[in-house]
């Protein structure tokens, strides 16, 4: 079997493979590869705490070989797939090299490569805009948002410090929403270390093209979300979009331009790229077409031998949303890749298939240190003790016991010690030093 894709959907088919096939793995009579880009698996929902400095980056990671030790484990990208031939061809070099490709042949296939941002070519969005969907992107933000706290406190011109302390963000999902709230929350506590710095001083701008923030929250939650964030100044522009940022220049579709040295584009996902490099059918939004039972649905409609899909990649319908695809997040792709794994051995077994039926979506999100919007099976709570549900649901989620364990440390550290407001700008130009050295000793002309 080769799975595509070592992200919560992915992994979680190979661990509850692993669990029951561990017999049949060890001697050989069953072989499972995994294919994904980075060596571990990456727990979105927790990047805004790690941007905010609550949860040690590498918490929030989880090693897939040492998770996986009866699957055979691969770091490398997949770039193409011929299902007719069960072939694909997988590239082990890093970022700008070639010629480490090689070809994997397989029976079954499961494809979960996930998805990645969507951008939008908006002048000067390539050059000063910030991702949020890696763990090196959240660290770099934290540092960022520091990093412009100091400059703030230091320079003498007014539109200077005035840039500093604007930070934008385009999007207001899960993941702009929760990063905006935490890094607030954050910066707020930061400015009590600076003599000339106030957290009224701060300017934070929440750009969304819909009507609403949290669109997969209930129109109350959001509005309520909406309502705090307001209360804690937080500037949400609804129904607008970034048109240009261009020379730092924040011009937006309402006719408003200020300068911000900080843009945060949290503006959507779109499927993986490597599925439009296979012969998978796919739907008008790019996913694969599956049917109920998660298998991939043929140009007939009908299954397509040995091949499977789930998670954000994979258009699911969902029932109770009148056949439209399941929304791309962590909670489906968690339920997906549990159901897909029981439907292989089902079928291995040739017993029957059972459809995925999608439990309501209790979701939640954080707004900062005791702060936070959920859903329950009663309702809905808002506050601290929807933070402590929120903490707690993740920390079921999270595909690792001993990473539970490692993130409830730092929650019960965090608690106990103040916040560290350091900015480690440094760790991203680690050679910046070193390099510095040879041109004091070579000065140019």
């Not at 979680?12 to 294919?35: F, H, N, P, S, Y």
Request: hydrophobic residues 40%; contains cysteine.
């Amino acid at each position: 079997m080769l799975i595509i894709g070592g992200g919560c959907a992915g992994l979680t088919v190979a661990l509850r493979l692993q669990q029951t096939l561990r017999t049949r793995l060890r001697t050989g009579q069953d072989e499972i590869t995994l294919v994904e880009p980075q060596p571990y698996l990456t727990y979105h929902p927790l990047l805004a705490e790690v941007a905010a400095g609550t949860i040690d980056p590498r918490h929030v990671v989880v090693p897939l070989r040492r998770t996986l030790p009866d699957c055979r484990v691969l770091t490398a990208r997949v770039t193409r797939v011929d299902h007719a031939a069960r072939r694909a061809r997988i590239d082990a070099a890093a970022p700008g090299e070639s010629g480490l490709t090689s070809e994997l042949h397989y029976d079954v296939l499961v494809v979960a490569p996930g998805s990645v941002s969507r951008t939008a070519p908006v002048p000067g969005l390539a050059e000063h805009g910030l991702g949020f969907a890696t763990v090196g992107e959240a660290v770099s933000l934290r540092n960022h948002v520091l990093e412009q706290l100091d400059l703030a406190s230091t320079t003498r011109d007014p539109e200077l410090r005035q840039s500093a302390l604007t930070f934008v963000f385009v999007g207001a999902g899960y993941a702009g929403v929760g990063a905006l709230a935490e890094l607030e929350d954050m910066a707020r506590y930061a400015t009590k270390g600076y003599h000339n710095l106030q957290a009224d001083d701060l300017r934070w701008v929440l750009v969304e093209a819909t009507g609403r923030i949290l669109p997969e929250e209930s129109p109350e939650l959001a509005d309520h979300t909406l309502a705090e964030l307001r209360e804690r100044s937080v500037d949400v522009r609804l129904r607008t979009t970034l048109e240009s940022a261009a020379d730092r220049m924040m011009t937006l579709s309402d006719g408003s331009r200020f300068a911000a040295r900080t843009l945060v584009w949290t503006a959507g996902t779109r499927p993986a790229p490597l599925l439009n490099h296979t012969d998978l059918p796919l739907d008008g939004n790019g996913r694969i077409r599956c049917l109920p039972d998660l298998r991939v649905a043929g140009p007939d409609g009908l299954p397509l031998a040995g091949a499977w899909a789930a998670g954000d990649c994979a258009a699911v319908p969902d029932p109770g949303a009148e056949g439209a695809p399941c929304a791309p997040n962590a909670q489906h792709a968690l339920a997906q890749a549990d159901l897909l794994a029981a439907n292989l051995l089902a079928a291995a077994a040739g017993q029957a298939l059972r459809d995925y039926h999608p439990d309501r979506p209790y979701c939640s999100t954080s707004l900062g240190v005791g702060r936070a919007v959920a859903h329950t099976r009663r309702g809905q709570l808002t506050g601290r003790r929807a933070w402590w549900l929120h903490r707690a649901r993740h920390l079921r989620r999270l595909p690792s016991p001993e990473r539970r364990v490692r993130i409830l440390t730092d929650w019960l550290l965090a608690g106990l010690f103040r916040r560290e407001v350091v900015s480690l700008g440094s760790v991203e130009h680690p050679r910046a030093e070193f390099e510095a050295g040879f041109t004091d000793l070579h000065p140019g002309p």
